[in-house]
């Protein structure tokens, strides 16, 4: 299925040549010249990825990128920024607004593909669409749900992909560092800590059958998923 993107900049000119470029590339493209027609297009099927300019008639996409974090159905589209704004401050405002990367004015099409794909591969760290059953735990990464020997669990955003990405990289062991990357994507201010957190957090809700034993404490290196008794967690 192709993904569909977004654009949302106000120079018809480059907008016009990112959604030729993208349409060239396989892409769906949905454009919006202000933040009050991007909010319009903000419906299903709601867009795989967001390309949204800095300066917006109307208000700034970091304002329009903090208002999709407010909502279930938007807070996990990832958000490139196209901007001339090339400081450190106002990139980490950005992260902290939950944009996933940034493409600097002026740029090339290439380089804007290569971001692209980029942040696509790191929220779907796999392209498996099917259901993935692990010893009586079964997560749907379509339907975007996870169930216990049939019962449902609840799950939130990053768990989810914290679960999805260890249920397709079982008996390997990960660093906190290597799951920040693979999980969180490069690029992202977090801290190491964060990892820590939502394992528990998943340890918790996968709880009650002994699954959570499945997330395993691999002192001095990481994290293993694995129904294996171990004596190293």
Not at 74 to 79: A, G, K, L, M, Q
Not at 92 to 101: K, N, P, Q, S, W
Request: no cysteine; glycine share 6%.
């Amino acid at each position: 299925m192709n993904k569909q993107i977004l654009v949302v900049e106000d120079e018809a000119s480059i907008r016009e040549m990112i959604s030729f470029v993208l349409l060239q590339h396989g892409f769906k493209v949905v454009e919006a010249s202000t933040t009050a027609q991007a909010q319009a297009k903000m419906k299903e099927p709601y867009p795989d990825l967001i390309l949204l300019d800095w300066m917006l008639p109307g208000g700034s996409g970091v304002k329009f990128a903090k208002a999709l974090q407010q909502h279930e159905q938007t807070r996990n589209i990832p958000i490139i920024m196209i901007t001339a704004r090339s400081d450190e401050d106002d990139k980490v405002r950005g992260f902290d607004a939950g944009v996933d990367d940034y493409v600097t004015k002026p740029f090339s099409p290439k380089e804007l593909i290569a971001r692209i794909k980029a942040v696509i591969r790191r929220v779907t760290p796999t392209a498996i669409d099917e259901v993935i059953n692990f010893h009586g735990l079964s997560l749907d990464p379509v339907a975007h749900r996870v169930s216990i020997n049939g019962q449902s669990i609840e799950l939130g955003p990053t768990e989810f992909r914290l679960l999805h990405f260890f249920l397709t990289h079982t008996e390997r062991v990960y660093s906190r560092e290597q799951l920040l990357d693979n999980v969180w994507g490069t690029n992202v201010y977090v801290e190491d800590r964060t990892v820590d957190v939502h394992i528990r957090r998943l340890r918790k809700a996968i709880s009650g059958a002994g699954h959570e034993n499945f997330i395993q404490t691999v002192r001095g290196s990481g994290y293993r998923f694995s129904h294996q008794v171990t004596s190293t967690g």
